[in-house]
Every structure is written in C-alpha cells, then in structure tokens.
C-alpha cells in the first residue's frame, strides 16, 4: 500500500471525536484540531515509546538509547580514521552526526516539555553526556586530521560536488572554533569550558522562567485576582503587558524583573565563560566567533546595521512614543508619563482605537482547526503538500492532546511528520518554538532519512462549546512556527548536518517570517478564515484594518527589537569593567529611550542569550530578506505554484548546504 493510501486509511479508521462546526463539515485536519482529542483504551496495544523509539517507553530508555549511541560513535570515529580521504569520509563524519544528534535533539525537547519530572531529569543527563561528547569530538586531533587529510587534497575536493565540499568545510569549522590546533592542554581546557557552559546554560534558562514570588500583603488587595498565588505569596511570571490596570503591569513589571543574585551571577559566570573560550580558540570575542559563516559575518557590520536602523527609525520612534504618551495622559491624567511596561499595552490600545481590531472580534474566524485548513490549502497550492492527521501509537506521544501531522508530497509521497504540542498544560514552558527531532538524510540504500519535528505552542484547550480560537497574533505565531516546519519537511539535503533548519541563524529565520506575511493576505486568508458558528467569511475590511495597524507603532517595536539586539552583541563584545545591569541601562537609553526602571534586571529575563547568543539581531535581518523575497516572489499572487516551487528549490531545499547569501544573491529579483 502507497504511504498516501496508507495514510488515507489511517484517516478514516481514526475515530474522531465529535467536531463543534454548525455550518459546514471541517477538513480532517481542521477536525483533529477542533476536537478534543479520544483518548484510545487499548490495553493490549504495545507501547512504541517516544517518538516511536522503543527504549523510551520508560525514563530508564534514554540511558540505553545514549551508551548504544556514545558506542556507534566510537566506531564510527575508528572508521573516519582508517578511511582513505574521499566522500566516504564526509558521509562517516555525517553519519557520526547524525548518530549523537538524534539522541541529544530528542533529549533537548524532553527535558522542558516532557509532563513527567523523570523523564525531563533523564532527558537532561542524556544531553549533558552527548554534549560532553561532542565538545571532546571536536578537539579529537586524529578525528580533525582524516578530514584535514581531505581539504588539503586538491584533486580529491575537486571531484566532490558542491555539497559535499560544503559539508566537509563545516565539519572543519566546528573543529577549528573548538580549538583543535591547540595545544594538549589547551583543548582539554576548551573542553572543560564547553562542559561547564552547559551547565550555565542549562542554569539560566530554567531560571530566566522561573517566577518571583512577594507576600500577598505587600500589594493592594484588589489586584491579587490578577496574579496566581498561594496561602503566603503571590507568583509573578510574566508582565501581564495586556491588563488595562497601569498599577498591575508596573507590580508585574517590577517584581518580574526584580535582580535575583544567584541568577544575576550565573550570567556573569556564562558571560565570562563564553568570552574565555572565544579568546582561547583565537577570536576577538565570542560574538566574532558566533558571527562566523552567518550573512552578517562580524559583530561590527551587525552594530552598523542595529545603528542603521535606529537612524532610519528614530523619527517616527520619537512620533510613536508621543501618542502612547498621549493616550497614556488621556486614560490616566494623574499618571501620565510613558514607562517600559506601557509600551505594549499602549500601542495595542492605539491600533484598536483607530482601526477597532479588538482581538476578540477576530477570533471567532480564527479556530484552530480553520487555520491549520489554510496551511494545508495555502501549501497544497505552493508546493503540492499535504497536511494529513494520523493518531499517533500508544506511548508514540508525551501527552494526550499532542496532534501528530504526516507531511505528504502528491508525487513525492511522505516527507516527513511534525508532532504539534499546541495545548496549555502545568509545567509546560510559555513558549512558540520549533524542535528537530531528526533530522533529513540520504541513505545507503537510496531511502530518505524523514525529518521529525515538534512544534510547541500554548493555547487554550477546545471547549465542549467552542474550539481553540486564536487572536490575529496567535496566527501569526502559528504561521511563523511552521515555516519551521516546513524549511525542515521540504529541505532535501544529502547530509543531516545541513539538513532544513540546521544553516546560519540569520538565514534560519527567513522560512518563518515569510510565513506571517501570507497570515495577513486576505487572498490567502479569505481561504479558510470562517466564523467557526455561522460559516461567515471574514469580511476583507477587517484584514485590511489589521494590516494597516501593524502600521502604528511599528517603529516603537522594530526599535525595542534593536535594543535587546544590541544588549545581545555588548554582552558577548569585549568585555567591559562594568555591570550587565548598567550595560542594559547606556544601551537602554542609546537604542530604545524609555527610562530603566531602578532595581530590575531584564536582563535575566532574557532567554535567547542561550540558544541566540550574540544572534538576536538574526529576527531583524531575516526579516529585511522575507520582505525582499514576498514582495519579489509572492506580493503579486501568494498563491503561484511556480513560485512556491522556485522558492522551495532555489533557497528551501538546501538548507545549510549553500551559502545563505549566496542564495539570496543567486536570484537575480532578490539581489
């Protein structure tokens, strides 16, 4: 049986629950999203453990699951020694990869999404082991020296393709900024101070969200209500940046991000720790060596872009701010000057005044199972791919209400599965990522290696009344996230190393944030956009509000986006002899102009230190190339095959096995 038919059989045995919809039938995608989902008692079917990997039916697997990992890359990095220099050598180092990766990918997302504490504890010491792994891999002299044997061997480079030469040269890289031309005790000290970064990494991201508490009789009564607490304290975890009481967003604000000292020195610690790795693998700072292979190649031309922008920005930021602060003095006389934690409620105030784009008068167009029918429709359209719903095996999934998505091509067939985690629950992060799981391969036998990925989100659940409904920003972030998903289903690259997301960070953006601009199309959204009750289409005034409104404000947030970016690039800079608190303060005032709030540290709030270190900035340029590519490719018809198909091939389906400048210098419409 073909994987479509398959699939399509998979599909009508699957017993959906009972679908809330009073005017037409949803697409069977849009069912399984606007459902609750049927929890399947069956007690004699087998449990398949996480992700279908058998050993992870239990936290004990993932200690099995990484030594019969850490013993294959032994075997493998034997092989890479012996092997004669060719293309046998690329393919060992990709497969010796691929081997660490599929177990450490798997983990990472364990670790903060897994509901139960022992599998995220065991999922945490499986990443601590293969990362140590991977830091002594990468100082292994005998490793580096059979692909050094290689790329010295003019003869043998030139008879590999492109692909394989590029491959080669970034397996090089990873050794070359471990420190593998160092001495013995240098790299082994190279190694300590990787191993050591995991553990600070690890440290302040679990602290940057972790709540603070105060005793409840520290603040007024009559906002307790807004705030989770217990018989002692009230916890704050958040800015609650959307509550239209000025006292309840300054509380927040200022308890949020009230200094926590042993936090406040971890940074320090991971700052310090970061900068001596950098010196002692031969770079300037460590944003010289996070920036190398990125389009922006150094920390100076990204400093000249973040000033570039506050120049072209810094009118309309001062005009924007004005009418915050007027809006501010009109709603509250007695309080009227404009503070960092009115900024995002204020702006959102002005757009609803001007263009009445009050959230909840959109989302009831917006149900979760409609929008995931505009994704399969609006990629159906661009490049012949389904989104096909199966349920997922006993075990297969780490909560209940997980979706899982097959990706099918209509000549191609299956490309790969994206696991949707969509729904709130206890301990689960606030966050709208994207995770590999696995990722895309050619195999020896001419099979492809499906790339796996999970995408997280945290919306309400569906009621026995209503579906999930998302405002115009929850859209987004759907749309956003799987453009994600999608540069990992449609990439098609040789070698995993590359593989759909895995290219420089500021082009790894641009996928996603192309996808907000078809969410704010009318062409594309008049496609699935429905009151989830009467069936009535969205009307198009009210796209075309939400669209000018991004109008307002704009430059306010571009320009708040410039300064966590030029935080991000001081703070992995040289060093300087002063505090990350009174960095943020200059920086404050320099790129964004609201006053620093004495006794707060936003700093420690600020989790894309880990995984975007010295790569903030990547959102604002990615972004300045997706407008390049959707008003080139997709502003005239969002909706043409052939430029879906050009996009996919020219830049999707490469992932980081081009140059991402080369890419975009290699369509002449971009360039």
């Not at 995931?372 to 780490?398: K, R, T």
């Not at 994207?434 to 659940?461: C, K, N, W």
């Not at 999930?468 to 749309?479: A, Q, S, V």
Request: aromatic share 10%.
């Amino acid at each position: 049986m073909s994987a479509c038919k398959r699939l399509l059989s998979v599909l009508r045995h699957r017993g959906a629950s009972s679908v809330i919809r009073k005017v037409t039938t949803w697409s069977p995608v849009g069912a399984a999203f606007n459902a609750k989902q049927q929890r399947r008692l069956d007690l004699f079917e087998k449990n398949v453990g996480l992700f279908g990997v058998p050993e992870l039916s239990s936290p004990d697997g993932f200690a099995v699951v990484q030594d019969r990992a850490l013993r294959e890359t032994e075997q493998l990095v034997e092989k890479a020694c012996r092997s004669p220099p060719g293309a046998i050598t690329v393919k060992t180092f990709d497969l010796l990869s691929d081997t660490l990766c599929r177990v450490a990918d798997l983990a990472d997302f364990v670790k903060v999404a897994h509901p139960d504490p022992a599998y995220r504890e065991a999922a945490e010491r499986t990443c601590i082991k293969i990362g140590t792994m991977v830091e002594k891999l990468n100082t292994n002299v005998e490793l580096c020296n059979s692909l050094k044997n290689l790329l010295d061997s003019k003869d043998i480079m030139n008879s590999l393709d492109s692909e394989t030469r590029r491959v080669a040269e970034l397996f090089m890289f990873d050794f070359e900024i471990s420190g593998i031309h160092l001495n013995e005790k240098k790299r082994k000290e190279a190694v300590n101070l990787n191993v050591q970064l995991l553990d600070l990494n690890n440290e302040f991201l679990v602290g940057s969200h972790t709540p603070n508490k105060i005793e409840r009789q520290a603040l007024p009564n009559h906002i307790h209500h807004h705030f989770s607490k217990d018989s002692r304290y009230i916890h704050i975890g958040g800015f609650h940046a959307d509550a239209s009481d000025d006292l309840v967003r300054e509380v927040a604000y200022k308890i949020f991000l009230y200094p926590n000292a042993p936090l406040m020195n971890t940074l320090e610690e991971l700052l310090v720790c970061r900068n001596q790795l950098a010196k002692l693998v031969g770079y300037d700072s460590y944003a010289h060596r996070a920036l190398k292979g990125t389009m922006a190649k150094s920390p100076e031309n990204v400093m000249n872009f973040l000033q570039l922008l506050t120049d072209k920005l810094s009118d309309r930021t001062a005009q924007d701010f004005t009418m915050m602060r007027d809006m501010k003095a009109k709603l509250n006389p007695k309080n009227a000057d404009l503070m960092p934690w009115d900024h995002p409620y204020f702006s959102g105030v002005l757009r609803a005044e001007r263009f009445n784009i009050e959230p909840s008068l959109y989302s009831p167009f917006f149900s979760l199972g409609a929008c995931m029918d505009g994704l399969n429709s609006l990629f159906s359209e661009l490049y012949g791919v389904s989104l096909m719903a199966e349920h997922p095996s006993a075990g297969e999934v780490w909560n209940d209400d997980v979706r899982k998505l097959a990706v099918v091509h209509e000549t191609e067939g299956l490309l790969g599965y994206i696991y949707c985690d969509f729904f709130q629950r206890p301990d689960k992060p606030h966050q709208d990522c994207h995770f590999t799981i696995r990722g895309g391969r050619q195999l020896e036998d001419g099979q492809y290696q499906l790339p796996v990925v999970v995408l997280m989100l945290s919306l309400a659940q569906p009621s026995k009344s209503a579906p999930t409904l998302l405002t115009p920003g929850m859209l987004e972030n759907l749309f956003h996230e799987m453009g994600h998903a999608m540069h990992s289903m449609l990439g098609r690259t040789r070698y995993q190393h590359v593989t759909g997301t895995r290219c420089a960070t500021d082009f790894a953006e641009v996928p996603s944030i192309l996808m907000e601009y078809f969410a704010t199309d009318y062409r594309v959204v008049n496609r699935f956009a429905r009151h989830y009750q009467t069936g009535q289409p969205l009307p198009k005034s009210m796209v075309t509000r939400l669209c000018e409104s991004k109008k307002v404000c704009g430059a306010a947030d571009t320009q708040l986006q410039v300064f966590y970016a030029a935080l991000d690039q001081v703070y992995h800079g040289t060093p300087q002899n002063r505090s990350t608190t009174d960095i943020l303060k200059d920086l404050q005032q320099k790129f964004y102009g609201l006053p620093y709030i004495p006794n707060t540290a936003w700093q420690l709030r600020f989790s894309h230190l880990i995984g975007y270190g010295a790569k903030y900035y990547s959102y604002l340029m990615s972004r300045a190339v997706a407008s390049m590519v959707w008003k080139q490719c997709f502003l005239r018809d969002p909706l043409n095959r052939e430029m879906g198909e050009r996009y996919r091939r020219e830049m999707l389906a490469h992932g980081g096995s081009k140059e991402p400048m080369l890419m975009v210098e290699a369509n002449p419409s971009l360039s």
